[in-house]
C-alpha cells in the first residue's frame, strides 16, 4: 500500500472568489489545492497569489497543461506562488526536463499529466529518470462524461510501479475510489463531485470516508 492518500481538489468553474468561498467549507479536509486550467484560461495566473496567502499551509497546484516553452511557462506558475506545476505527457523531453528545471530552483514540483497519451505505462520510467514528481493518470473529461475511467490503467501501472507518486483524475468519484482500493494511488483528483454539490462539505466527507 501506498502512504496515507492524499485529496486534491479540482477546481474548475467559477471565479477565484467562489473557490475561496469554497474552501472556507472544506480546506480543512483537502490537501491539495488544484486551480484547474479553465479558471487559469478564464481569469490568469495572478490570483493564484491571493489563494497562497490565504491558505498558506495548504499545497497548490496550478493546472497549466504545459505542452510547450517548458521553462518559461513554469516559471509563471512558480513565481505566483504554485507549489506543483503541471506538464503534458505528451509535450517533448525538453519542455519537460525545462519545466522540472524551473520546478527544482524554486523548490516545486512537476506533475506530467498523461491525458490522451497513448502508453503511460511505458513513458513513465523515462519521467522518473527526469526526476518527475508526479505522473496522473487522467480520463479526458469529455471521455470520463460517456464513463470512461482509468481503473484498467491504474491496475496494470500499480503491478509494474506501486502506487507512489502517483495520481488520478476524471470523474473520480467515491465508488471509483473504492475501486481503487487494491491499488491505491498517492493523490486522488476530485472535481465535480465536489465543487458541483449543494454540500460540498459533505461530498468531501464522502470522498475521504472511502479513501483510507
Given at each position: 500500500?501506498?502512504k ?21 467549507q ?6 491539495i ?26 499545497t ?33 523531453s525538453t519542455?519537460?526536463?525545462?519545466a ?5 530552483r ?10 490522451n497519451?497513448?502508453?503511460p ?16 493518470l ?13 481503473i ?8 509494474i ?51 483510507n
Amino acid at each position: 500500500y501506498c502512504k496515507i492518500m492524499k485529496l486534491q481538489l479540482a477546481f474548475d468553474l467559477g471565479s477565484f472568489q467562489d473557490l475561496i468561498l469554497l474552501l472556507e467549507q472544506v480546506e480543512d479536509l483537502i490537501d491539495i489545492i488544484e486551480i484547474g486550467t479553465p479558471l487559469i484560461v478564464k481569469e490568469g495566473v495572478k490570483e493564484i497569489e491571493n489563494i497562497k496567502k490565504t491558505f498558506p499551509k495548504k499545497t497548490i497546484l496550478a493546472d497549466m497543461k504545459i505542452m510547450d516553452a517548458g521553462e518559461l511557462e513554469a516559471k509563471i506558475g512558480f513565481d505566483v506562488g504554485a507549489d506543483i506545476v503541471t506538464c503534458l505527457g505528451l509535450a517533448s523531453s525538453t519542455t519537460i526536463a525545462g519545466a522540472k528545471k524551473v520546478a527544482s530552483r524554486n523548490n516545486g514540483k512537476i506533475m506530467v499529466d498523461m491525458i490522451n497519451h497513448y502508453n503511460p505505462i511505458s513513458k513513465w520510467p523515462e519521467l522518473l529518470e527526469m526526476g518527475i514528481d508526479y505522473g496522473c493518470l487522467h480520463t479526458a473529461h469529455d471521455d470520463a462524461v460517456t464513463g470512461d475511467n482509468s481503473i484498467e490503467i491504474l491496475e496494470q501501472f500499480y503491478k509494474i510501479y506501486g502506487g507512489n507518486n502517483l495520481a488520478v483524475a476524471g470523474g473520480v468519484k467515491p465508488d471509483l475510489i473504492q475501486g481503487m482500493s487494491h491499488f491505491q494511488p498517492e493523490i486522488v483528483v476530485v472535481g465535480s463531485y465536489i465543487t458541483d454539490s449543494a454540500q460540498p462539505r459533505e461530498a468531501v466527507e464522502n470522498v475521504r470516508k472511502v479513501m483510507n
